[in-house]
Nanobody, 115 residues
Framework: QVQLVESGGGLVQAGGSLGLSCAAS????????MGWYRQAPGKQRELVAR???????NYADSVKGRFTISGRNGKNTVYLQMNSLKPEDTGVYYC?????????WGQGTQVTVSS
C-alpha cells in the first residue's frame, strides 16, 4: 500500500503563484514516477506534470513554461511550483503514482485562480 499526502494549494489571483507538495509513504521500495493530475468541474482528470526517477519530466502543453515539477532525488516526495496562474488552472489537484501496477492517488487539494 502507498499513501500520498498532499499539501499546498489555495486561492490566488491570476498571475500569481502557488506550490504543491506530495509525500509518499507506506510499503514501497521504489516508485518509477510521481506526478500531478487535475480535475476541473465538469471535466475529465488530466495529467499536469510527471517526474521519473532519473529526473525526466513531462508536462501538459497548457502548463509548459509556467509549472515546474521537482523532487525525488531518491526520496518519494514531489513538488509542483505553479507560476503565472490562470483561471483555467482552477481545479482539484491530485498527486499520483504507481507501485506494482497499482495506481495510487492523494486526497486532492483545491487550487482556485480568480480573474
Amino acid at each position: 500500500q502507498v499513501q500520498l499526502v498532499e499539501s499546498g494549494g489555495g486561492l490566488v489571483q491570476a498571475g500569481g503563484s502557488l506550490g504543491l507538495s506530495c509525500a509518499a509513504s507506506g510499503t514501497i521500495d521504489s516508485l518509477n514516477f510521481m506526478g500531478w493530475y487535475r480535475q476541473a468541474p465538469g471535466k475529465q482528470r488530466e495529467l499536469v506534470a510527471r517526474i521519473y526517477t532519473g529526473g525526466l519530466t513531462n508536462y501538459a502543453d497548457s502548463v509548459k513554461g509556467r509549472f515546474t515539477i521537482s523532487g525525488r532525488n531518491g526520496k518519494n516526495t514531489v513538488y509542483l511550483q505553479m507560476n503565472s496562474l490562470k483561471p483555467e488552472d482552477t481545479g482539484v489537484y491530485y498527486c499520483h503514482t504507481q507501485h506494482r501496477n497499482n495506481n495510487y492517488w492523494g486526497q486532492g487539494t483545491q487550487v482556485t485562480v480568480s480573474s
